[in-house]
């Protein structure tokens, strides 16, 4: 569900037109709906209430500080993965009992900073980071939570790229090395290693491979703890998938209907690190037609955004539906033409989307790609040395700059 909706065949963003946006803030643009956040959280908040977890957004999705500030004043805590995003944690305001750390290559700075501001979490990837860790905590006097990430390889239906579950993949550490850090664990003096974690991927529309890595993982805390070690925490990931097309995703309730019975398996509290799920379809990118360009094979609409802006078609072959600012009623099919949709940027695989069918395109109109508001403006670059786009966030009739567009001196700021 989402709050971009037509009235008199005009797209509106809550109760703001999305014309009146492109024209007050140019375009590109990413336009998101304040409610459809917050909406999609207290979804997630109310399916979960009777286990009452630790709910995470992962910031990874979408590190826009406007956009986290909305989830942290609802009670979220933050899903990190770098240095930028914890400096970011910080200026939100969250508290950092509500921090969790993961990735496989944190550097020793990170490390240090995250220990020193008390950060509740870190979810530790090898055995080489965990050592790091306790060295860090032993230096600073100081003794930090750990949770064990653990890989269940668990092979989920979704794009090769983003499946970070199965044993082929650089996340999180087996079973039998799991084993012996929870048996070893005094040998980290400085750390109390007293969590696991799983995260098996991202756009995941069915609960069954979540389930089976459950199990897996709910069995291991079992074993664990016929060894007399308790285990206090157990974080399982995000990766619910949304709607882009015609997926059929489970909703909030689906989910926590499938996994709950699982869940009571272990005195384990719980995190969930939700991300997509929220802001996915909270988001969408407005772009201006800029060329109608006619070959003998194929219809071009070329727009101002590009894959600089949103990457997802270009990486994943990722289906965003893209509909049209000012849409239009017809009666006649022939009226309909199929138009690949194409960025500015010098790469054939530079596409917003392919064989999309409109009415009457005509250069100067404008059109929304939805579902843009995970991995879009997060994954954006400079590429070409396009500049970053704004970014707004509509709230009932209101919208407001959360991010403004780049300029040309931001683009050579930091060379020297």
């Known amino acids: 569900m989402h709050d971009f909706n037509y009235k008199h065949n005009d797209l509106y963003c809550e109760s703001v037109s999305v014309e009146e946006l492109a024209k007050k803030y140019g375009t590109p643009l990413y336009v998101y709906s304040r409610n459809t956040l917050i909406s999609h959280y207290r979804k997630i908040k109310e399916a979960f209430s009777p286990i009452n977890p630790l709910i995470c957004f992962s910031m990874k999705a979408n590190s826009n500080m406007a956009i986290c500030k909305v989830l942290v004043k609802e009670g ?10 914890l400096y970011k944690a910080f200026k939100i305001g969250v508290s950092s009992r509500k921090i969790v750390y993961a990735g496989v290559g944190k550097t020793e700075k990170e490390i240090e900073i995250g220990i020193r501001h008390h950060i509740f979490l870190f979810n530790v990837e090898s055995i080489p980071e965990l050592e790091l860790i306790n060295k860090v905590a032993g230096r600073l006097g100081m003794r930090q939570k750990v949770a064990i990430r653990i890989n269940p390889d668990i092979k989920a239906r979704t794009h090769r790229y983003i499946i970070t579950g199965h044993g082929e993949n650089k996340f999180g550490v087996d079973f039998e090395t799991a084993r012996i850090i929870f048996l070893d664990k005094q040998k980290y003096k400085n750390l109390s290693v007293s969590g696991v974690h799983m995260h098996i991927g991202s756009q995941i529309v069915d609960a069954k491979p979540f389930i089976k890595a459950m199990e897996r993982i709910i069995d291991f805390i079992k074993d664990m703890e016929r060894h007399g070690l308790g285990i206090r925490w157990f974080n399982i990931g995000g990766g619910l998938g949304i709607i882009y097309s015609n ?46 360009k006619k070959t003998p094979s194929k219809n071009f609409a070329i727009v101002d955004a590009s894959m600089n802006d949103l990457i997802r078609p270009s990486l994943y072959g990722a289906y965003h539906e893209i509909l049209p600012v000012r849409s239009h009623f017809y009666s006649d099919s022939k009226e309909i033409k199929d138009f690949d949709v194409v960025g500015p940027i010098c790469e054939s695989g530079d596409f917003l989307g392919k064989n999309r069918k409109f009415i009457s395109l005509k250069e100067g109109d404008l059109l929304s790609v939805m579902g843009a508001g995970a991995y879009g403006f997060s994954m954006s670059s400079n590429y070409n040395s396009r500049l970053r786009v704004a970014e707004v966030m509509v709230e009932g009739s209101k919208s407001r700059l959360i991010r403004r567009r780049e300029t040309y001196e931001d683009l050579i700021r930091t060379e020297i």
């Open 247 to 292: 997926e059929k995703p489970q909703t909030a309730k689906e989910y926590a209907k499938a996994i709950l019975p699982i869940l009571k398996n272990t005195k384990a509290n719980i995190i969930i690190e939700p991300g997509r799920f929220i802001v996915g379809n909270a988001g969408a990118l407005i772009t201006k037609v800029q060329y109608i």
């Open 76 to 85: 979220s805590g933050l899903d990190i993965v770098s240095g930028g995003e």
